[in-house]
């Protein structure tokens, strides 16, 4: 299935800004690259760390912006109150369900622990068939090397199929990874590697 109508992207990314001031810079870049190309922009609905600097540079850049958070996180993350949208729901489960329902594409950037379980539950999900939309990681100055590195090792040790490692887009343009969203072509493979359709 290609996924051809693309609206919304959304970005998964740290709540710290990170040490290295890259990751800030490719922060509003991705945000200016997806409100440039008309596109809406998802996440998670904070105003820290790199979550801010992909909503400010969306929004300057004419975007609209949709955040969402659940109510436990409102104060902790604090909540950007400059959105186009912000949506308060009840739990961390609902809100990756309504960022995936929300979108139709997925950007991991650099992060900690809850970037990369929302961007894995996704692929996840996607390997599981139960949807077709693209996901990528954000390889800002190198961050993502070592984790591609490992998915390599995964599907070359058989725990993952060829096919499904390759859903996952490493690059570190922005621009590279919307054009590659924009004919992408979800695999049809079935997720055990042992099993061979007959």
């Known amino acids: 299935m290609t996924t051809n109508a693309l609206k919304r992207i959304c970005v998964f990314c740290g709540s710290n800004p990170g040490n290295d001031p890259a990751y800030l810079e490719a922060a509003a870049a991705l945000g200016r690259s997806i409100a440039a190309h008309d596109y809406e922009l998802v996440y998670g609905g ?60 997925f950007i991991a950037m650099p992060g900690g622990v809850g970037t990369l379980e929302e961007i894995f539950e996704i692929w996840t999900w996607a390997q599981l068939g139960h949807h077709a939309k693209p996901l990528a990681f954000l390889n800002v100055a190198g961050f993502y090397d070592p984790l591609c590195a490992f998915l390599d090792h995964q599907s070359s040790e058989g725990f993952v199929r060829k096919g499904h490692r390759d859903m996952a887009i490493f690059s570190d343009d922005a621009d590279d990874i919307l054009r590659a969203f924009a004919s992408y072509d979800a695999p049809d493979l079935p997720k055990w590697v042992e099993r061979e359709e007959t």
């Open 46 to 105: 904070a105003a820290v760390g790199l979550m801010r600097a992909v909503a400010d540079a969306a929004l300057q850049t004419g975007g609209h912006v949709i955040g969402v958070m659940p109510k436990a996180l409102l104060d902790k993350e604090i909540a950007h109150k400059d959105l186009s949208e912000l949506h308060e729901v009840s739990s961390m489960h609902e809100r990756k369900a309504l960022m995936e329902d929300l979108s139709d594409g």
